[in-house]
């Protein structure tokens, strides 16, 4: 769990609060302007900055620059925090998107993915659920970005990486915590998918792996250990149904909505394009 250290949004502009804290960037400010102009057009409030979670982001950042390539953190190390990633390169390094590379994946993650090239840029990708940006639940952000990492170890000035991480009020978090639902069920909630990795109760899965991701509500606060680890659930939805093992949490799922992998999704839902779908039935056996 992190501290709470709050960078507020005034009319004046952006201004750090805390012993540690510092002005924001002009593209972190572009870029929390996008997401919160997105938020109110939404009907939902604004998010507050928090260097915590620009920290954590930053860690990020340069972990998956330094590697090379595009991938979220698993669960087990946001400390409850939900998370975007996005990569941008060019062929200019003076290009507009590389110079506001933050404010450049805002709009990514806000359109899916799915915006046009504009300028010198070769290659976009990004990893988002926007509904997750637009979630009423969440209440702080913070945000980073690193440059790629050449084979001389030198700054790619052409790559850049962009991490966000979101989280919902601390209080609220610590009395969700506490909760842990054995019941088995039937249940109905939404359905969604993600793209698995080391999960929550510790183990590693791809995105062809048969497992699913129950929410915090229902997994409570314990991770490895869980009793709800390893545990089978039968899901059934328009396209079919499936036997799938429970992995890992799902943050910024409601109680009875489930978050699997697109295999089962494909298998139960439909298409991946779809996104969400409702009223699924699924139950632990």
Known sequence: MFAKTIITAAVAGLTAVGAYASPLTTDQTRALKTINDAR???????????????????AWAEKIAAAGYLERAPISLRNGAGEVVAFIQALDADDAALRHPLSEAARLWLNSGNMAMAGTVIRQEAFSKTEQLLSLRETNIGCATAHGTLDNGAKDLLRVYAVCRIFKDITEHVKLLARQD??????????????????????????????????????GSQSNGNPLCGRQARIRGPRGEAVVTVTDKCMGCAVHDIDVSPAVFERVAGSQGLGRVGNIEWSLI
């Not at 109110?40 to 930053?58: C, K, P, S, Y």
């Not at 939404?190 to 229902?218: E, Y």
């Open 40 to 58: 109110i057009d939404f009907g939902v409030h604004a998010l507050d900055w928090n260097t915590t979670l620009q920290e954590d982001a930053t």
């Open 182 to 219: 054995l019941n088995s069920g039937p249940f109905w909630g939404d359905i969604t998918f993600f793209n698995p990795g080391l999960g929550a109760c510790g183990r590693v899965d791809g995105d062809g792996s048969m497992i699913v991701a129950l929410s915090h509500l229902k997994m």
